[in-house]
């Protein structure tokens, strides 16, 4: 009887998936051809015609390989996604939102005399000061998810990253809709406001992230 | 010819029920198939199994690997409440596909 393994190892290829994952199903695909050359056997087939005949299973073993690759990684990549970026970026920004809020209700209202350097804002310097933690448990729970070093990054910055996305539609909106007066007549007050709730904590959230960025030892394995 | 989405959903909603009657690995699941249908539907190893990952990565049916009396290693797969689920209305709509045809074959052979 032929060595199915080696048969399917050999014509199989190389499956862009898991070493566990490859070899499960390298002995899978094995099993189900020697079940069919035993059942082809016991039929009155010589073993030529039964080794044939199971071996024309498969049209075409790189199709066969690329099909299951897709298989495998279809519902892998959404989830994937789902754990590493979207779960660990919207729990940052929660944290990040909900300090902010806290802060608000204890000490008072952030108020934009700050980008006059006139007063520096003890709400807003609390809130900074705590966005490198924020970062570093976006990044953390992305790691842990098995997130690749651009999703801990982008999971890492994530509130800045919203935060830039909403300053984007005001601007539209002010600018396009509204025509909204004190944007027209005042832009550069307008962009400044990017610098402190967009820039100063992207760098914050980037220090809290960064010991999560490099790839952890297991897995370089 | 038949497109390829029609084909995916007769092989799912194949494998779902012979699924339902009882735990099967890959090779007696093509032979139950193949011999409920009288031959009419045959799965080839390279149509069968790319199709029984997907729907085990999309939590339809669960792999594991078991060993039988003779001592062989064989990955047996079970339908998931989450398949189960799937295969009512899958059921219904093949039923009503098949209905429709039916109804329009008749017409035009009248």
Redesign the interface.
């Not at chain 1, 299973?57 to 075409?60: K, R, S, T």
């Given at each position: 009887m032929p060595d199915w393994r080696a048969l399917v190892t050999e014509r199989l290829g190389v499956l862009d998936l898991h070493r566990v994952q490859r070899h499960?199903?390298i002995?899978?695909?094995a099993?189900?051809?020697e079940?069919?050359y035993r059942?082809q056997r016991a039929q009155g087939f010589s073993e030529s015609v039964a080794t044939e005949r199971a071996l024309a299973?498969?049209?075409?073993w790189q199709?066969?390989a690329h099909?299951?690759s897709?298989?495998?990684h279809?519902?892998?990549n959404v989830n994937s996604r789902t754990k590493s970026f979207w779960l660990p970026g919207l729990v940052n920004l929660a944290a990040s939102m909900v300090w902010l809020m806290i802060l608000q209700l204890t000490i008072g209202h952030v108020r934009m005399q700050w980008v006059h350097n006139h007063v520096l804002i003890a709400t807003y310097v609390a809130w900074l000061g705590a966005q490198p933690l924020c970062g570093a448990l976006g990044a953390y729970m992305s790691r842990r998810a098995g997130g690749q070093r651009r999703s801990r990054l982008a999971a890492g910055l994530f509130p800045s990253i919203a935060l830039l996305v909403v300053f984007f539609w005001i601007a539209v909106i002010a600018l396009f809709v509204e025509r909204n007066h004190f944007v027209l007549d005042h832009p550069l007050y307008f962009t400044m406001v990017v610098f402190p709730w967009v820039i100063l904590p992207a760098a914050a959230l980037l220090v809290g992230a960064l010991p999560f960025l490099k790839t952890p030892k297991i897995q370089e394995a | 010819m038949i497109g390829s989405g029609i084909k995916r959903g007769t092989a799912e909603l194949a494998i779902l029920s012979v699924l339902e009657e009882s735990p099967l690995h890959g090779y007696e699941m093509a032979r139950r198939i193949e011999q409920q249908t009288k031959g009419a539907l045959r799965f080839t190893l390279a149509a069968l199994y790319p199709m029984l990952y997907r729907m085990e990565q999309r939590g339809w049916i669960r792999g594991a690997w078991e060993t039988s009396s003779n001592g062989r290693r064989r990955r047996c797969y079970r339908i998931t409440s989450v398949g189960k689920k799937k295969l009512s209305p899958l059921r219904k709509e093949w039923g009503e596909l098949f209905d429709a045809l039916r109804l329009l074959t008749k017409v035009t052979h009248a």
């Open positions: 499960e199903i002995e899978e695909l099993c189900h051809l079940d069919f059942c299973e498969v049209a075409d199709e066969l099909k299951i897709v298989a495998q279809e519902e892998e | -």
